[in-house]
């Protein structure tokens, strides 16, 4: 629910006053005691603030305050990624699926000699090529990952719930998450499905569900 | 939020009957208009009503009636499963590696000759096995896979929250969804991360956030 201006200052006054009566919160907005009456009745309800008699109000400090609806589109990519996994582009598949099982990772993402993205690895990628080849060792992964343009990627500053259908949309298990620079994307985190799982979670836990 | 034994009340008239006036409300409710002000003020607030001057108060019919926590703490595993593919624990490394390109999923679930649970098959397990291996015609899965006791799975009933819980603890990527049955396991879906984001998403979606 949506608090109006005057029901948002009389919050913070009792955050940071509390408890307070109703009537010095009155003065304090220059206002009646029965202007706020109607305020402060949807405050206490709705769970924001508690009321005590002859004591006042006071902040519930409940993280009802934020619902879960708000916590949700809240949510950004930056708060919930993992760190990235990177080979250069001239390494064998046998080096890439070493490192993938070294880092325990179901992602990597391969960058160019000037450091930027340009290309990502799956599971999948590696499992098709390793079935029935035995010089894994002689291919360089540039020849099999997916390439620029055909990456999805996206920023930090991006709602979780971009990233999310993005993943769902692309059939994929991660996004790298970039930085876009003028010569190119540099990779500077990793958001994968497990990342959406836990913040499912800990939607949940966050609110006590 | 939650509502009110008399809030509840109000939403279920203005849902039979809106729309419909303050005065209305509060004659059936055998109070008087003053006592239910409040109770409209943070109905309306929220969102669960809209009130229209010189007709009264309806029901918005928009889906936050059911609070985005109430509708993740309902999500149950049966409503976002998938299809679960299984093999035989006799069919080779081989065969199994294809077949989860065939139906394209991150696990097989692995059954013995009664049908029931035996074990589990990531693509991480297949990798594994895959590397340096040129014999994988001749390995039967029941050889690499996990097996009971040691699989985590759940069942249709169990919520969303239950299953993402179990996969982040385990890092797992996905678990059977079985019935249990004197003789064993009967595995009857799949609930994977990608269910798990698909379930995020859908909330967002259903919410129209």
């Known amino acids: 629910m949506e608090l109006n201006k005057r029901q948002t200052e009389i919050l913070e ?10 009537e010095q919160i009155a003065e304090r907005l220059n206002l009646v005691r029965a202007t706020i009456r109607p305020d402060l ?7 924001y603030l ?3 008699p002859r004591v006042g109000y006071f902040y519930s400090g409940k993280k009802t305050v934020q619902s879960v609806a708000d ?3 809240g949510m950004k990519v930056g708060d919930f990624q993992s760190i990235p996994v990177v080979v250069a582009d001239t390494v064998s598949v046998y080096d890439a699926i070493c490192q993938m099982f070294l880092e325990d990772v179901g992602t990597l993402f391969v960058i160019d000699k000037s450091s930027n993205l340009s290309g990502v690895l799956s599971r999948k990628d590696l499992l098709r090529t390793s079935l029935g080849n035995n010089e894994l060792e002689k291919i360089p992964v540039h ?9 999805t990627y996206c920023k930090k500053q991006d709602t979780l719930l971009y990233a999310a259908q993005k993943m769902i949309d692309q059939q994929i298990d ?6 876009e620079k003028e010569e190119g994307l540099e990779v500077v ?7 959406i799982t836990a913040a499912f979670l800990s939607l949940a836990e966050d609110h006590e569900l």
Chains 1, 2 share one sequence.
Request: no cysteine.
């Open 13 to 22: 006054i009792v955050k940071m006053d509390g408890p307070i009566t109703g």
């Open 41 to 47: 009745a949807i405050l206490t309800m709705a769970g």
């Open 50 to 52: 508690d009321a005590r």
């Open 71 to 73: 916590s949700m589109i």
């Open 143 to 151: 020849v099999i990952m997916t390439r620029m343009p055909n990456i």
């Open 174 to 179: 991660s996004l790298p998450v970039v930085i």
């Open 189 to 195: 985190g990793r958001i994968t499905k497990t990342n």
